[in-house]
């Protein structure tokens, strides 16, 4: 097409009229959202920013969860947020989503609690548990006064769970459970576990209370990822749990699978977070750390990171909108779940990782947030679904072919 000067001049005047966008928000995603979306993303910035982070490097550092902050949080009702009815919020996935991501800018930790205490001990009772067993835990856990973990994965079953080795054999009006849960989040201070377990008539979860004989936990030490988040092991040896208590509308590992889907989803949006404070803060440095005369981010090279992280992030975060939409018709399908949760860990990593790099020496301290959120995010990439298992999910998608075993 030739288009003539007059025309030229024309649209240089229309983009002229376009104000600069924000170096935060360069697409605009905030247009996307309603009034409401923005005031619960608003609402949760505003928390994390007054409230957590001016501790958070001190619990990373002490390894320690900040356990003060839950009925804060309860107060803001996150806790099973996207659930409706039983004191839950009943927002849409979106608001979900937001919150997610404005708790991971705080830290993974925070995220991961709040992700597991919703998506993974609430949504499976919610989903799959009795009347009695919703009206007696959901309105205590959203309200923060009962927290629940989940125990799937094992010692020698991580990425494949249905070599899951736990079991639970029925004895009269009880279930006897026996077995080993590792990695679990929230398990050394939880109320509840949600367990699954093999029964005789498959896989099954059960709500096993703190307190029940049989049933210990035992914190990970040493750890050197998501320091501010609790992790443990939970044991089960000959603990005898009440058979009412077994979850009765699932049976099978797409009770869990199903859980899977629900955080996997608040990981998508979560580590856009993580991205975005690694992302400010080393935007933030380059422009008063001065070297060869000039500010670094008058460098190209500088500048090539910054341009490739401000727009992974643009991308990450139209990812997670779009599937935020499709989960609020009701038309989120797993492998969108796998191609965001993979996509988004991925490159926020890839962010810390260059943002890291962009403050030299004072990259790897906890002055800034960007180590201890490179170092979170190396769990986040890896668990609900390592990099590799959301790979093969997709591939086996899109070809039809099953490559995991
Ligand atoms: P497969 O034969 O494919 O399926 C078995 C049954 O499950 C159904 N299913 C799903 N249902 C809902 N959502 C999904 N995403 C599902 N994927 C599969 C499937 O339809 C089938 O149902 P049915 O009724 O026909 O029996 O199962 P598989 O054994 O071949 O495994 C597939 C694989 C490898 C993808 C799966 O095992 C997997 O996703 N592995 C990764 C394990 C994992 O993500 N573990 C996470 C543990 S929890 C955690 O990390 C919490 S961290 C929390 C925090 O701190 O934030
Ligand atoms: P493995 O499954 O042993 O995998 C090791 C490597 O082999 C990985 O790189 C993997 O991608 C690769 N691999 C495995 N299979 C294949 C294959 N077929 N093809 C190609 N490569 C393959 N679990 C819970 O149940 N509840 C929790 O609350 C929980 N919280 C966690 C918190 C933290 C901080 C961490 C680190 C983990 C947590 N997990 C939890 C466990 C987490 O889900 C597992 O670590 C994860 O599923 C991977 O299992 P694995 O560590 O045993 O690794």
Redesign the pocket.
């Known amino acids: 097409m030739v288009d003539t000067a007059p025309e030229r001049a024309t649209r240089h005047a229309a983009h002229g009229a376009v104000a600069m966008p924000s170096a935060t928000d360069l697409y605009n995603i905030d247009s996307l959202l309603t009034d409401d979306e923005r005031m619960v993303r608003d609402t949760v910035k505003k928390f994390v920013a007054g409230q957590v982070l001016p501790i958070i490097g001190e619990h990373f550092e002490a390894g320690t969860f900040p356990r003060e902050l839950i009925p804060a949080i309860a107060e803001l009702g996150l806790l099973g947020m996207h659930l409706e009815g039983y004191g839950c919020a009943g927002l849409n996935a979106v608001c979900y989503g937001l919150a997610c991501q404005e708790l991971e800018f705080g830290d993974s930790g925070l ?2 609690f709040v ?2 205490q919703g998506s ?1 001990a609430m949504f499976p009772i919610y989903a799959y548990g009795s009347e009695e067993q919703k009206q007696h835990w959901l309105p205590k856990m959203a309200a923060g006064e009962v927290i629940g973990c ?1 125990g ?2 094992e010692p020698d079953a ?5 070599g899951m080795q736990t079991t639970a054999r029925k004895d009269g009006d009880t279930y006897i459970l026996n077995g080993t849960k590792m990695w679990i ?1 929230n398990g050394g201070f939880a109320d509840i576990a949600v367990v699954w377990a093999k029964a005789e008539d498959g896989i099954r979860g059960f709500i096993v209370e703190r307190g029940t004989p049989g049933f210990t936990t035992s914190d990970v030490h040493h750890k050197l990822s998501l320091r501010a ?1 609790v992790t443990s092991e939970l044991h089960f040896a000959d603990c005898r749990v009440p058979a009412a208590n077994m979850l009765p509308n699932v049976r ?3 009770g869990p ?2 859980c ?2 629900e ?1 996997r989803y608040g ?1 998508a949006w979560g580590v856009n977070g993580a991205a975005r404070a690694c992302y400010e803060s080393a935007l933030d440095y380059s422009k008063t750390r001065v070297q060869f005369d000039r500010p670094i981010g008058g460098f190209q090279l500088t500048q090539r990171k910054l341009a490739d992280i401000a727009t992974e992030l643009i991308k990450a975060q139209l990812l997670a909108l779009q599937l935020g939409r499709l989960k609020d018709q009701g038309l989120a399908h ?1 492998v969108q ?1 796998s191609v965001a949760k993979r996509n988004n860990c991925r490159q926020a990593l890839n962010t810390a990782r260059e943002a890291r790099s962009i403050l030299g020496a004072n990259g790897i301290t906890l002055e800034y947030p960007i180590s201890r959120h490179m170092n979170n995010l190396e769990s986040v990439f890896t ?3 390592t990099d590799d ?1 959301h790979t ?2 997709i591939g086996q998608a899109i070809t039809g072919l099953n490559a ?1 075993a």
């Open positions: 995220r991961s992700s597991v993974l989940f799937l994965t991580g990425s494949n769970p249905s989040t988040s099978g590992l797409r699978l199903s899977l889907d955080a990981i797993p779940v668990y609900e679904g298992i093969l999910i995991f």
